[in-house]
């Protein structure tokens, strides 16, 4: 069983940056795909990005070079930074687990998922 619990979520300007982490326990990031998604009021999830226990890392086209997602190792934490925030980033953000991912931007291929964490950028 894995847990996961988001946190780093908050209120923040456009322009601005929120680093946001993962915490999870029963596992190591080696076995897994890492990804973080997102669900804005009204509308559907979608895929933010994803990092495999290789390192390879993926986004979506809309926030390529304004995020960086990351393992720490140390902390058991998959992080994932967000520069240059825009609204339109408004949105609950998950983090999901997933053993046999083979499509990152699917959600239904993750096993397990947190709770989520609130980020709300003002214009």
């Known amino acids: 069983q894995v847990q996961l619990v988001e946190s780093g979520g908050g209120l923040v300007q456009a322009g601005g940056s929120l680093r946001l982490s993962c915490a999870a326990s029963?596992?190591?990031?080696?076995?897994?795909?890492m990804g973080w998604f997102r669900q804005a009021p009204g509308k559907e999830r979608e895929f933010v990005a994803a990092?495999?226990?290789?390192?390879?890392?993926y986004y979506k086209d809309s926030v390529k070079g304004r995020a960086t997602v990351a393992i720490d190792n140390a902390k058991n934490t998959v992080n994932l930074q967000m520069n240059s925030l825009k609204p339109e980033d408004t949105a609950i953000y998950y983090c999901?687990?997933?053993?046999?991912?083979?499509?990152?931007?699917?959600?239904?291929?993750?096993?397990?998922w947190g709770q989520g964490t609130q980020v709300i950028v003002s214009s």
């Open positions: 999901a687990a997933g053993r046999r991912v083979v499509a990152v931007t699917r959600g239904d291929e993750y096993d397990y």
């Open positions: 029963g596992r190591t990031f080696s076995s897994y795909t």
């Open positions: 990092i495999r226990g290789s390192g390879s890392s």
